[in-house]
């Protein structure tokens, strides 16, 4: 592999790893405003799922951010702030399909980083996936 093919490698990785650290910080805040908007006992065990996965999601976010820094980047925010919708079962719909968006990224982000031959981070971003498809399917089961 030539040092050009080698440095491109790395700025795709720095590109995906800061994309993933934004939809982080976008799906925390999100569910941090999820988590306020729930009202009603019959939400509950929906409530408490949002506000336990944003602390998952910040840990995502803080390790991306370290990690950009480690690798000689540096991170860029831009989320997305749109707020989450009214409806419990829309809510769910809208963050189901998110957090399999999730999924298919931090795969794609493991290969790179095992053709960069970054072992850590490679099994990092897979973990990063199981979590994400764990979080789908704890949804999922709260959607019924
Ligand atoms: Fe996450
Ligand atoms: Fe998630």
Redesign the pocket.
Known sequence: MSAAKMSSNREELLKGLNHALNR?VS?FLRYMLSAAKIKGAQWAAVRDMYSAEVV??VG??TYLADKIVMLGGTPELNPDLTPPANDVNEMLKYDIAQEII?VKGYLRLAEIADAEGLADLKMKMED?AA??AH?AEEMQRLLG
Request: no cysteine.
């Open positions: 982080e799906t998952d999601e995502h976010a999730d990063q979590d994400e979080h």
